[in-house]
């Protein structure tokens, strides 16, 4: 006759997931104060500025010719860019240095034997 071992009883585990706590939602509160106002304005000048009417609302033609007599004509004007203030740097090249064995030395590992 076999009795098989005593097993624990099985409880359902703990869930994984819980919600996030919220935090609870604030609630303005309700401003019903009216802005205290002065019955008469704080400055006793009124300023009251009106649009202003033209009754052209363009501006004028304004046809201004290019000059036409030599008099009238600047000279011209040639700018050189300004000489630097230093001479160009010069273009060097520098080879890398040479390694000090002639020929680099052969690296072999070989495969690890199964056992």
Do not use: G, Q
Not at 30 to 45: S, Y
Not at 73 to 88: A, G, M, N, Q, V
């Amino acid at each position: 006759m076999y009795i098989a071992p005593l097993e624990p009883e099985l409880l359902a585990p703990d869930p994984k997931y819980r919600e996030p706590v919220l935090p609870e939602l604030a609630v303005p509160v309700l401003n019903i104060r009216t802005p205290l106002t002065p019955l008469t304005p704080a400055f006793a000048v009124l300023i009251n500025n009106e649009p202003l009417v033209v009754a052209d609302p363009y501006p004028l033609n304004n046809d201004t010719r290019p000059p036409v007599d030599d008099d009238d004509r600047p000279e011209d004007i040639t700018t050189s860019p300004p000489l630097p203030l230093l001479p160009e740097p010069t273009v060097t090249y520098t080879d890398p240095d040479r390694p000090l064995t002639a020929v680099p030395e052969p690296t072999y590992t070989a495969p690890l034997a199964p056992h």
